[in-house]
């Protein structure tokens, strides 16, 4: 067998066998029945796991009731995720939008490895009615589901893959027409670690700001819509890796002029 490896290499904090070791904690817990079709004690258990064993990137309690709270208020038909790695916020929000009536919940994951980690264990929380892991790069997936006219606007959407993709895929999430005033809300994740400062600065801008951004700094190969508008609520929290924030993001409006 040749040793080449395919896969992203491992880091400090993931990918070095401790999402595979996660699944073999849980479905060797003595518990194990108990926690079936149980999204609450699936997310109780990785919390065990990440507190004793290994830490895992995942969104957290705290962040997560956050979430939770505007998925509850907002009640979306159909959610999206960018960034699943082993499914903690998948299951809790895919439950969550089940809870208020919601259909879909697509989770858009490119590592197929971590994709088939979360797919176990969204299995095990009795999820697979709603929550979708879709394999591939956020950018290509979100014009695939587009093209396949499997969606055609944003409800609700959740950042959380890696901060240098927020900006290139809000754009691209303008450009597809996806973002529609009073319907749409975008949530992103680590907005202060490790931080994501030119997404932050693009949700907080004005119109003539965004306008400004575009004609200074260019765009590059997207065509992002400096008219839509946007009130955003950054929230700060303590996190088991140091203080960090999450933005919501409402568009609230079309300036046209
Ligand atoms: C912080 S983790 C996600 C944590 C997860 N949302 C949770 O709270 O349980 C980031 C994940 O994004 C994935 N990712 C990075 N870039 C991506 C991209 N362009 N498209 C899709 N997934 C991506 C990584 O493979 C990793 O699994």
């Known amino acids: 067998m040749s040793n080449k490896q395919h896969g992203p290499a491992p880091t400090k904090w993931a990918l070095d066998g401790r ?36 830490m895992l990137m995942n969104i957290g309690s705290a962040k997560g009731q956050h979430i939770v709270n505007v998925i509850n208020e907002r009640k979306p038909s159909t959610m999206i995720e ?19 009536g919601g259909k879909q919940y697509f989770g858009i994951e490119k590592n197929p490895e971590m994709a088939a980690v979360a797919n176990q264990l969204v299995e095990l929380a009795g ?10 790069s956020s950018d290509e997936v979100l014009k695939e589901l587009v093209q396949d006219k499997v969606i055609n606007q944003i409800e609700l959407i959740f950042l959380d893959h890696w901060q240098e993709r927020y900006l290139p895929d809000m754009w691209l999430l303008e450009e597809l027409n996806l973002l529609k005033p ?30 400004q951004i575009v004609t200074s700094d260019g765009s ?32 609230v409006g079309e300036d046209k002029a």
């Not at 849980?26 to 004793?52: F, M, W």
């Not at 949530?187 to 997404?199: C, K, L, V």
């Open 182 to 211: 009073n319907v749409s809300v975008v949530i992103a994740d680590n907005i202060i670690m490790p931080g994501a400062p030119e997404y932050r600065r693009w949700v907080e801008a004005t119109t003539a700001q965004k306008r």
């Open 127 to 136: 999820l697979r009615d709603i929550v979708r892991i879709l394999v591939g």
């Open 82 to 100: 960018l960034g699943v790695y082993v499914g903690y916020s998948a299951i809790l929000f895919g439950n969550a939008v089940r809870s208020q």
């Open 19 to 54: 999402e595979q070791d996660l699944i073999h904690y849980i479905y060797g817990r003595p518990d194990i029945k108990d926690i079936k079709g149980q999204p609450s004690k699936v997310l109780s258990a990785i919390d065990d796991y990440h507190r004793k064993f290994n």
């Open 220 to 251: 590059g190969a997207l065509s992002p819509n400096p008219d839509l508008g946007y009130e955003t609520i950054l929230t700060k929290f303590d996190t088991d890796f140091g203080p960090d924030a999450v933005t919501i993001t409402r568009v």
